[in-house]
Structure formats: C-alpha cells, structure tokens
C-alpha cells in the first residue's frame, strides 16, 4: 500500500537517480531546479517546499511538492516523478490521489498542475486521477532544449 511522508534530504539519491535523461528532467522540473544533471547540493532547494515523498513496502515510489501560489484557496502539485520502473503501473495515479486527499484534507477548495504537452504519460495520468484540463487564455510556454514546449494546466476541484 503506498503511503506519503514529508521529503527528507535522506531521499535525494533514490529521486534523483530517476532522472536517467535530460528530457525527463525537463519535463517533470521545467529546469527550475537547475540545469541537468541534477546535483543533491540543487535538489536541497526542495526542502524550502511542502515537498513529499511517497513509498511502499518496498522503498520510495515517487516524489511531488505542494504550494499555495496565489490569495485563491487552491494548492498547487509540483515536480512530480515516479520511478520509472514502477511506471505504467498505477503508481502515479495513486501517488496522485494521496496529493490530492493531503491538499483536500487541509481545507483546499481545488489543486491545480501543470504538464507539458509531450508528457503523455503524465497527462493521461493525471486525467486518470480526476484532473481536468483548464482552458486558459493564453498557453503558458518553456524554452527546453532549443524547443518550445506548451504546458497543460489542469485542475481537480474538491466536489465534497
């Protein structure tokens, strides 16, 4: 059964080593962590956030952070990773759902991500975690890797 727990520095080698490929890297960090790869001395940014960590009876499974980016009561889902060898599996979806249960249990009227259209994954991911797509007015775009990618906002509200 998997589970979340606050981030601790403790769990930075496991997340880290999961990032086999600068693409991956961008997409789940859209380089605010730095530049790839990645040292644990960038990654220790983490800790000024609601960083978690999430895991199961066999090790570490994932990792997101949380945040509250606006006066509106909505938290915000970010730099979100799951090992790629539990990937494909359901993990995500039930890391997902535990962020969203965390968020909704501390009183938050939605919780918002964002994900770059060439993560499908992720996207179809999230769609299956209760996530909406967000129209927006204007696309929110990143410079990576000489391309320009678009990111998705989606959305899931506390219906309860």
Known sequence: MMRIRKYTSADAAAILSWTRDEKAFYQWSAGVLGTYPITEEDFAFVENLDAFTAYDDDGIVGFFTLRKPGEENILRIGFVIVDPDKRGKGYGKQMMKLAVDYAFGRGADAVSLGVFENNLPAYYCYKAAGFED?????????????ETWNCREMIRRNEG
């Open 134 to 146: 967000v129209v927006l007015d204007e696309t929110e775009t990143y410079e990576v890797l000489g």
